[in-house]
Every structure is written in C-alpha cells, then in structure tokens.
C-alpha cells in the first residue's frame, strides 16, 4: 500500500516528468495557425519541432554532468525558471526565427526538467517498494493517441 507521505512527492515528480510531452503534443496542433501567424510557410514551422528535440538531445548531454557538481535541487529550479521566460517568450516572439530559438532553449530546459523528475521517481519507487509507480510514470512519458 502506497504511504500517504509520498503521495504529493509523487504527484510533482509525475509533473515534471509531463513537461517534455506537454511541450510538444499541446503544440503540435497550433503549426497551422503559426504558419498563419508568421506569414510562413509550415516547413519553416516544422523546423520549430526539430530545434525543440535538437535542444532536449543537447540538454540532456549537459544535464548530467552539472547535476553532479552541482546537485538536483538547484539545476531544476534554474531550469524550471529558464522554461518559464522562454514560454514566455515565445509567445512574444516577433518571428519564425527567434520562435525556432526560443524552442530550442525550451527544450534544453525541458530535457533538464524531465531528467531532474526522473531520477528521484526511480528512488521514491524503490523506497516504497511501487512497482505499479513504473507503469504510471511510461504514462506520463509516452501519452496515448
């Protein structure tokens, strides 16, 4: 039986392992409107998609490295941080091509947020002895079409 202590643990773990998914699957639909928006064409604005996993593939090379020096706590709240102002500029974003940047920042942030949430959701599982945890946590990860 699952402690009610690690319940709320749990639940932001499982949030912060939706970031990466969200950022994508919530976007996708909105690159007609884009293309709309930014007077361009949607191959420009399928570049968007390939910077963002560009960026999560270099985040999570660097990821890595800084949480050893420099711990789990103080690298995700920068990049919790870093994920806001570059959500928020990309609302703000003046064109396709800083658009095309800001999700590539997005993403290393993302990649960041993802890695942080899922290393301790592997500790919490095994502390509580949840095996059941690891089915809710492939479906944070992989959402079902």
Same mark, same amino acid.
């Given at each position: 039986m $699952?402690?009610t202590?690690h319940?709320g643990? &749990?639940?932001?773990l499982?949030?912060? $392992?939706a970031?990466?998914?969200m #950022?994508?699957d919530m976007?996708?639909?909105a $690159?007609?409107?884009l293309?709309?928006?930014?007077?361009?064409?949607?191959a420009?604005?399928?570049?968007t998609?390939? #910077?963002?996993?560009?960026?999560?593939? %270099?985040?999570q090379?660097?990821?890595?490295?800084?949480?050893?020096?420099?711990?789990r706590k103080?690298?995700l709240?920068v990049t919790?941080?870093?994920?806001?102002?570059v959500s928020l500029? *990309?609302v703000?974003?003046?064109d %396709?091509d #800083?658009? %095309?940047?800001l999700?590539?920042?997005q993403? &290393?942030?993302? #990649?960041? &947020?993802?890695?942080?949430?899922?290393?301790?959701m592997?500790?919490? &599982?095994a502390? *509580?002895?949840?095996?059941?945890?690891?089915?809710?946590l492939?479906l944070?990860?992989?959402?079902?079409?």
């Amino acid at each position: 039986m $699952m402690k009610t202590q690690h319940l709320g643990l &749990i639940a932001i773990l499982a949030g912060l $392992m939706a970031f990466a998914p969200m #950022s994508i699957d919530m976007y996708l639909p909105a $690159m007609p409107e884009l293309a709309h928006v930014f007077a361009t064409d949607t191959a420009r604005v399928q570049n968007t998609v390939a #910077s963002f996993f560009l960026g999560f593939a %270099i985040g999570q090379a660097f990821y890595g490295p800084i949480t050893d020096r420099f711990g789990r706590k103080k690298p995700l709240y920068v990049t919790l941080t870093l994920f806001a102002l570059v959500s928020l500029g *990309c609302v703000f974003a003046p064109d %396709i091509d #800083s658009f %095309i940047i800001l999700r590539f920042l997005q993403a &290393i942030a993302v #990649s960041a &947020i993802t890695a942080g949430g899922g290393v301790p959701m592997a500790g919490v &599982i095994a502390a *509580c002895g949840l095996l059941s945890l690891t089915v809710l946590l492939t479906l944070v990860r992989k959402p079902q079409h």
